[in-house]
């Protein structure tokens, strides 16, 4: 299928996008990362992307104390996989420690810069980019707490392991994870999703098989927003949906319909926000595709 490039560096229209037809989802854009340089062999069958916002995967010792650099992060599961997320401005080299009670192994390796570009957003409600409403603060309070809750899941499944499929069969990329975004004129914090514009009503499909942690219908930023625990912390997210199919509790496999997009929250279109986090790092989600 034809791959189209996204409209950066200006304001977005999502309608727009949409008139122009749906992309492939494994549309590329080159420019905006730089190439990881090559790694050598690394200990513990590691992988991934080795750059800033990517991740590595690898396999220890079972129920391994997991430490990345100097914080324990948990522990590895009971065949002994764990993950590594990298936050869109890591350091350039992490530390990584498997502890058991008898010994520790330990590697280090560098981690590649990302290039980011900047975003314009206009035609966005100005109450949703900077609420003064008592009733929109009290809420946008009342969602924090539930997302909060939902992010300290730690569900001991490891299928992050098998990596993550488009969440869309169809969609044209209407925002890439770490932009710097200007919102209404108004400078705001990098963008930590992967924004991928599709018709409301579009089918979102679970990437991979997980724990749902959370599932509400009307957020005041994200709409119908739905949070997927895929073991050991690492959990996606589906923001702005218009309908949820799923819910809090259930444990949905690969490729399963959990969703709708809509354009519910803050939005100027219809499109799925995808993103990702593990802990308090947050990663780009089409990094962990293929």
């Avoid at 299928?1 to 200006?10: R, T």
């Avoid at 009971?78 to 520790?104: K, M, Q």
């Avoid at 809509?262 to 989600?285: I, S, V, Y």
Wanted: charged share 20%.
């Amino acid at each position: 299928m034809e791959k189209l490039k996204p409209h950066v560096g200006q304001g977005l229209n999502r309608r727009s996008l949409l008139s122009l037809g749906a992309a492939a989802a494994g549309a590329s854009f080159p420019g905006l990362l730089n190439a990881a340089p090559p790694q050598p062999a690394l200990p513990f069958g590691l992988r991934g992307k080795f750059q800033q916002s990517g991740y590595c995967i690898g396999r220890g010792a079972p129920n391994a104390e997991l430490w990345v650099d100097g914080f324990m992060r948990g522990r590895t599961s009971e065949t002994g996989w764990f993950y590594v997320g990298f936050d869109r401005d890591s350091v350039p080299t992490c530390s990584l420690e498997i502890r058991t009670p008898t010994r520790t192994d330990l590697t280090r390796f560098d981690i590649a810069p990302t290039t980011y570009d900047l975003q314009h957003v206009d035609g966005l409600p100005p109450e949703t980019v900077t609420p003064t409403d008592p009733a929109n603060l009290e809420r946008i309070k009342r969602d924090a707490a539930l997302k909060n809750v939902a992010f300290a899941s730690r569900d001991s499944s490891d299928y992050f392991k098998g990596g993550f499929i488009y969440p869309l069969k169809k969609f044209q990329v209407s925002g890439h994870f770490g932009n710097q975004r200007v919102l209404n004129g108004v400078p705001k914090s990098p963008h930590y999703g992967f924004d991928m514009a599709a018709p409301v009503g579009t089918p979102v499909y679970a990437p991979q098989a997980g724990l749902v942690v959370l599932a509400e219908p009307d957020l005041f930023y994200e709409g119908g927003l739905t949070l997927i625990d895929h073991g050991q912390g690492v959990i996606s997210m589906y923001l702005h949906q218009s309908e949820l199919l799923v819910k809090k509790g259930d444990h949905v496999r690969q490729t399963q319909v959990i969703g709708k997009v809509g354009a519910k929250g803050r939005a100027t279109g219809p499109h799925l926000c995808w993103r990702l986090k593990w802990g308090d790092r947050r990663m780009d989600p089409s990094l962990m595709v293929g």
